[in-house]
């Protein structure tokens, strides 16, 4: 008897796994650059909680935004700004009312050599330097809040004939990282870990010095019917993928 049942409840697991797998789905997720660390730590969890696999690619917001009216196959768009997820819910490309703000950015000035950023950004106005790097503010988000600060500061006009721009934040950070230029804005995810700058100096710019950096995300019209798309816009909100967002220095909007 004893045997039997033991036969039975291997039977009913294995059929559980079973089932488990035919259901489970995969998603095409288009992720702004600046998210790429925190998102690819998000999706292992989220393969191993859900079963569903999300095959991330990383971009620009701007890039992806033109990409998906060019009727590119994303499910899922997580931007680095809430107006890009807005505008495909608008124009009839991303699910209406699915939209919502995952995370809030932060902006950094930062140098690969140490010693190099202040605490105060002084260095924009009294240090030595040939080139600033940031990313294209007509693509990117960051690059956008970066010429925000610099306006609000009067620095635009002085440092424009300096600046190199990166097509995504990425890039951006590969451009000062090699120390050819000296310094640039990028995203605090991008050099953080365990709660601290990880190498070369920088300052992280106050919240208030620059419009808000409210990243969304939006279910595509081509993910509507995929399990997994859905799932994935719902594990973004659970404690697992927020402790993760707030792990590589973002902060969660007051909503959540």
Known sequence: MR?????????TFFLMLFHSFV?????LVAVASNFSKPMTEIAKNFEKETGHTAKLSFASSGKFVSQIENDA???VFLSADENSPKKLEHDGFAVSGSEYIYA???LVLWSS?????DQQGAVLKNGKFQHIALADPKLAPYGAAAVDYLNRHHLLERLQPLMIMGENITQTHQLISTGNIELGFIAL?????NGKISNGSGWIIPN???KNIKQGVVLLKTGEKNPAA?????????PSAKTIIQKYGYDLPNEQ
């Open 189 to 193: 995810s991008q050099i953080i870990d």
């Open 113 to 117: 050599a140490d010693g190099f950023i």
């Open 23 to 27: 259901l489970a789905d995969t998603t």
């Open 208 to 210: 208030d010095e620059y």
């Open 3 to 11: 045997h039997n049942q033991t036969i039975q409840i291997t039977f």
């Open 104 to 106: 809030i950015g932060k």
């Open 230 to 238: 859905k799932a994935l816009l719902n594990y973004l909100k659970s």
């Open 73 to 75: 196959p994303f499910e």
